[in-house]
């Protein structure tokens, strides 16, 4: 599994607004690479947006590239990722910009095999990944966001500031950030609770099917 400087997640890049951000990558993966910031303006610095064989060619295995921008307009929360390929599933991290004046929650998916190997099964037979034999009626990838017996104020969303609402629950579509004020309950000082967050369901039924593997 593909990863930066040993961690997964990837480490935190933390900076403010009107920073410039320099960004040196070192490909020791056997794999073509490039480092996207997701929702980060590339004014006037292109080149430094990350997406392979757009704005840069990749950075191939035992090469150097340095990104080199500053960031503009944006203060809040986002995530970084590589833009080639599979890799994204293991190759990503957050990204926190503070405005000019003054554990970071990322919710992906947790891979336990590699990415690469499973598009390199499917390129040699020509046919889709090797996957368990399951049917899916009408996936969606939103997800709702909760912390158990608590609500909390949306203030950001994709690094944009926004009119704040309370709530207890929050809809995070593919590639969004939130930012969120939380005051925890003091009618428990010292307990835990779950953060969670589940699928998009519209409603509940009963399937009922048969059918014979041949």
């Known amino acids: 599994m593909e990863t930066v400087n040993g961690m997964f997640p990837g480490p935190r890049v933390v900076a403010r607004e009107g920073d410039r951000l320099v960004v040196k990558v070192v490909n020791h993966v056997p794999n073509n690479i ?15 947006d990350g997406p392979s064989c757009i704005t840069q060619c990749p950075i191939q295995t035992n090469q150097t590239y340095v990104y080199n921008f500053t960031i503009t307009g944006k203060r809040g929360t986002l995530f970084w990722h590589t833009h080639f390929s599979w890799l994204r599933a ?3 991290g957050p990204l926190i910009i503070f405005p000019k004046q003054n554990e970071v ?23 889709w990944p090797n996957v368990s034999e399951a049917y899916t009626f009408k996936t969606c990838s939103r997800l709702f966001f909760s912390i158990a017996n608590h609500t909390f104020t949306a203030v950001e969303a994709d690094a944009t500031y926004m009119k704040p ?10 590639g969004q950030t939130t930012n969120i004020l939380l005051k925890t309950e003091p009618i428990a000082p010292n307990a835990s609770f779950y953060m969670l967050a589940r ?16």
Not at 199 to 214: C, N, Q
Request: proline residues 4%; charged residues 15%.
């Open 90 to 92: 293991t190759v990503y």
């Open 165 to 174: 609402f309370e709530t207890n629950l929050l809809v995070i579509t593919p």
């Open 105 to 127: 929650t990322i919710m992906l998916e947790w891979f336990s095999a590699d990415p690469e190997a499973v598009i390199n099964q499917a390129l040699q037979t020509g046919g």
């Open 34 to 48: 490039s480092i996207h910031r997701h929702g980060i303006r590339q004014l006037q610095s292109g080149w430094a």
């Open 199 to 214: 699928p998009y369901f519209t409603g509940k039924a009963i399937l009922l099917h048969s059918w014979s593997k041949k």
